[in-house]
């Protein structure tokens, strides 16, 4: 299938460099602020609506600030293209609320939240779903922030739209960041680095922990955790301790071994895409559009609605506001 690209960073040359390695995919046009200065190599138009009559394209993929989001996906649901929109879809409350008044909650529209689709987080939530730790109750999420964070906490939750309390406090302390986007700092003098620590009740005994340290994504001086807690057992990280029976408690490590995750017998996640040296970025990202191609055609389920990236980004925000006091 054909689609066009909107923007022209980091993330869009990722996704640029994904797709063309999919044989059924195929980027035909970008859209960028200056034509003339997009590196990715394919015809560039600064307006969407040329870039559409030009290239006759299936849908439409946004990898631009989430200030620049919503007007490009009202536009793109203006002209019948179905999208694929970076996260979050818009940058605050009253900018999801607009987004959602124009376009409505069942747009054709698909958020590119891609953590639970990375191959370590598809296996613990495949583990977690076939129900040896019981019901899960509490998720604590130490790894990612914001809207990511929380599509993590609810997708282990199992957690829909209902209300949650949320508390959260944030301190300051110093911390060496060794590494950036660009590589190594080889800046040894610690900085200010934030963190935010929350509590998201969903009720009936449903909770989510979120803490996250700015710049934690990258800090090597940090480690990424992940807990879940359930009726009967519990994962931490990479390892189950469970009940499979009175009187006994096991504990499972999960096993990644030539792209396949394992808990012992069983077979929690399979790389699909063994021949092609992708990360779990990647991974996660090409199964994202591969997803999105297969909805479109009406021949799959959608990914992640929009409205799941809507309250993905509300709870957040709820975050943001009850850390800073509001």
Request: net charge positive; proline share 9%; aromatic share 4%.
């Given at each position: ?30 859209v ?38 919503p ?57 977690v779903?076939?129900?040896?730790i ?107 301790v469970?009940l ?63 409205i799941?990236?809507?309250?993905d ?11 800073s006091?509001?």
């Open positions: 299938m054909r689609f066009v690209l909107a923007g022209s960073g980091f993330r869009a040359a990722t996704i640029h460099r994904v797709a063309s390695v999919l044989p059924e995919l195929s980027c035909v046009g970008a960028v602020r200056v034509p003339g200065r997009c590196a990715l190599p394919v015809p560039a138009f600064d307006d969407l609506a040329r870039c559409v009559a030009a290239t006759r394209p299936d849908f439409l993929v946004t990898a631009v600030p989430r200030t620049a989001n007007g490009l996906i009202i536009a793109a649901a203006g002209l019948g293209l179905p999208v694929l929109a970076e996260t979050p879809p818009a940058a605050d409350e009253a900018g999801l609320r607009a987004l959602l008044a124009a376009v409505g909650e069942s747009a054709p529209v698909q958020v590119a939240e891609q953590y639970p689709l990375m191959p370590t987080h598809a296996a613990r939530l495949a583990a779903r076939s129900g040896i019981g019901t899960p109750t509490q998720v604590q999420v130490s790894s990612t922030q914001q809207h990511h964070a929380v599509a993590l906490i609810r997708a282990y939750l199992g957690a829909g739209h209902e209300p949650a309390v949320i508390r959260a406090v944030r301190t300051v302390a110093p911390l060496v960041d060794p590494l950036d986007r660009g590589g190594w700092t080889d800046d040894p003098r610690p900085r200010p680095a934030t963190t935010t620590i929350a509590t998201l009740d969903f009720g009936a005994g449903r909770s989510g922990v979120y803490d996250f340290t700015t710049g934690q994504t990258r800090n090597m001086l940090r480690f990424r955790r992940l807990l879940v807690r359930g009726t009967h057992g519990e994962l931490r990280d990479d390892e189950i469970h499979p029976r009175a009187r006994t408690v096991v504990r499972t490590p999960l096993t990644r071994h030539l792209g396949t995750i394992t808990l012992g017998d069983r077979v929690l996640h399979r790389d699909p895409y063994p021949d092609l040296r992708f990360n779990d970025d990647e991974i996660a990202t090409a199964t994202l559009l591969q997803a999105t191609a297969l909805w479109v055609r009406g021949a799959g389920p959608p990914p992640y609605p929009l799941e990236g809507v309250r980004h509300e709870l957040a925000l709820a975050v943001e506001r009850a850390a006091g509001r």
